[in-house]
């Protein structure tokens, strides 16, 4: 079917589901394919549970005559078709958002500033990738006047193939850190695939990059871009200067354009390295012409419930629940933020950073090292990667040791920074706590 049909269909459908157990009526289904599943077997359930429509790939699960099936070649790529085609009958303008560390943070902080003025669409949660994209495209309706996407990466190509269907008017790549390595190859490969964004934006011509002035990897390969620079260093062209204030816990920063007033703006977000997420949002904000006390207002109230640079107080300590990822970069950002918080006593519980392939055991020592130099009063190393680092601090095979350990000795009155890739499962740790 071509996508000018599929489209006129979804026009009077325009609900999308890849998910057999949510079926709102009257939408459609895409059977999508995992590794361990094969969503075509699933689309006469799906139809039997309120689906107008199910669009599968494999002639066996596409029952003649029945008008309700639409078989094309590949699903995914059907549901990024339609989904490029949505954007481009809309046009509304959008603000395209990857890098290494930061994204959904500074999405959701980008989400709050512009709500003030506009009608957003944004991505929920953290569906980053070429499944949650283009069902964040599709999500899109007349209303909105503005649209925040989040693109994530971990293979070289990943944000080539997503831009090409988000199609970005404006574009931020937060920052370029280690990350995902295994998949990349090596730093390098990151900065190139988060550069696959700004290669667009250069093709497109047009388009306006905001970036972070004082990021030498990203000025590097900048050549070409509209460039609307932020920056907490001292640059004569940026558009939004600032500074941290304090961390004491939560981040107080100051912001300034040009001549113009100087802003303080106290946060709820944990980390030094959030001024940066700030200030992009701020930037964006005020390119989009939303005042200064909008900004600031929608800057103050956002409080984080994603497990991400968050606050949360137990009944015996206070805990900096970073639990959702970590990669080196993230990782040296947190415990140098925690260094510099003038709180005590001070306790890490650290997991595994996963994904790291050859450079692992580097990465992990290098952190390891680091540890002694931060004057912390207690560090658990949880997961297999810390256990073979030469660190005389204590190991745990995994977080039921931790829970094990914890149901003898619990820690009091602490500050404790919790933080591992998600698979470690620390984000089960705050109820021993
Ligand atoms: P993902 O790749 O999982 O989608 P993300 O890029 O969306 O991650 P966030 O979820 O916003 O990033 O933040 C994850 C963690 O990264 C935070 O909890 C924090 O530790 C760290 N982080 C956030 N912003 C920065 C930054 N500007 N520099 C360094 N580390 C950061
Ligand atoms: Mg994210």
Redesign the pocket.
């Given at each position: 079917m071509e996508i000018t049909e599929l489209y006129k269909i979804f026009e009077q459908h325009p609900v999308v589901t890849t998910d057999s157990r949510d079926c709102p009526p009257d939408s459609i289904f895409f059977a999508l394919k995992g590794e361990s599943f094969n969503g075509n077997a699933f689309a006469a359930k799906a139809l039997a549970q309120g689906c107008a429509f199910a669009v599968v790939d494999e002639a066996a699960y596409c029952p003649p005559n029945d008008g309700r099936y639409i078989l094309v070649n590949n699903c995914l790529d059907t549901l990024r078709q339609l989904a490029n085609y949505h954007r481009r009958v809309l046009g509304t303008r959008i603000i395209g958002i990857t890098?290494?560390?930061?994204?959904?943070?500074?999405?959701?902080l980008l989400a709050a500033v512009l709500a003030e003025k506009y009608k957003v669409l944004y991505t929920l949660g953290?569906f980053?990738n070429e499944i949650g994209v283009p069902k964040t495209l599709l999500r899109l309706t007349k209303e909105h006047e503005i649209a925040v996407i989040?693109m994530?990466a971990s293979h070289p190509g990943d944000i080539r193939s997503l831009v090409n269907i988000v199609e970005p008017d404006f574009a931020l790549i937060?920052?370029v850190?280690k990350?995902h390595l295994q998949g990349f190859g090596s730093f390098e490969g990151v900065i190139k695939t988060k550069g696959e964004l700004y290669d667009y934006m250069r093709a497109k011509n047009t388009g306006k990059v905001f970036i972070d002035a004082a990021n030498p990897y990203l000025m590097n390969i900048s050549d070409g871009l509209h460039l609307i620079k932020y920056s907490t260093e001292e640059t004569s062209d940026a558009y939004v200067q600032g500074s941290v204030l304090s961390c004491a816990p939560f981040l107080k920063f100051a912001w300034q354009q040009a001549d113009g007033p100087r802003y303080e703006v106290q946060t709820h977000l944990i980390?030094a390295?959030?001024v940066?997420?700030m200030l992009a949002a701020v930037s964006i904000g005020r390119y989009f012409d939303v005042a200064a006390e909008q900004v600031n207002h929608a800057l103050t109230h956002y409080i984080p419930d994603?497990?991400?640079?968050q606050l949360e107080v137990t009944k015996h300590n206070k805990l900096i629940m970073?639990a959702?990822?970590?990669?080196p970069?993230?990782?040296?950002?947190?415990l140098q933020n925690f260094r510099d918080m003038t709180v005590s006593p001070k306790m890490a519980i650290l997991g595994d950073m996963k994904e790291l392939g050859d450079v692992s055991e580097t990465e992990h020592q290098k952190i390891a090292d680091l540890l002694p130099l931060l004057h912390l009063d207690d560090v658990w190393l949880v997961g297999e990667e810390f256990a073979k680092t030469h660190s005389t601090f204590r190991k745990f095979k995994d977080v039921e040791e931790v829970k094990q350990a914890l149901a003898l000795e619990r820690p009091q009155n602490y500050y404790i920074l919790i933080?591992g890739s998600n698979s470690i499962k620390l984000f089960q740790l705050p109820e021993f706590l």
């Open positions: 890098g290494t560390n930061g994204k959904t943070t500074t999405k959701e953290n980053n989040e994530g937060t920052n850190g990350a980390g390295y959030n940066l997420n994603n497990n991400r640079s970073d959702y990822n970590a990669n970069t993230s990782m040296n950002a947190a933080k």
